[in-house]
């Protein structure tokens, strides 16, 4: 199974702490990521994430077209709501395909544990 990990600046270092309490989970996953998230990910783990473009020069756009082909199935994406992003609409469009497709999308690390707990329990991976 294949799912996107995407979090803006201010909220890396959240989901690189969820990446890490879960590494052993997200390992049996194929990873993608945004540019500078799938980075810093590999960087501060030992997962290996397939690097799209940064979210700002279009890789959300690119997550959201494997929404929209069917090959990536779930989307860890920890927003930052407090600071203006350049690319909005390509962040509301990323949003608006996964709702389309009905594929999971959490924006939040509640939500985030939650969707990795169910995703591990659909293909028996163990922590
Ligand atoms: O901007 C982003 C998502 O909208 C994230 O992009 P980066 O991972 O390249 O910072």
Request: glycine share 8%; hydrophobic share 40%.
């Amino acid at each position: 199974m294949r799912i996107a990990l995407i979090a803006h600046d201010e909220k890396k270092p959240d989901l690189i702490e969820f990446a890490q309490n879960h590494e052993a989970r997200l390992k049996q996953f194929d990873l993608i990521g945004t540019g500078t998230t799938g980075k810093r990910i590999m960087e501060e783990t030992d997962l290996e994430v397939e690097r799209k473009a940064s979210g700002p020069y279009g890789g959300d756009m690119m997550i959201g077209a494997e929404v929209a082909e069917g090959t990536c199935e779930a989307i860890i994406f920890i927003r930052d709501v407090l600071t203006a992003q350049p690319h909005e609409p390509d962040i509301s469009a990323l949003l608006r395909i996964c709702d389309v497709h009905d594929v999971p999308l959490a924006t939040n690390l509640s939500s985030a544990e939650h969707v990795i707990d169910g995703l591990a329990a659909e293909i028996g991976a163990d922590d």
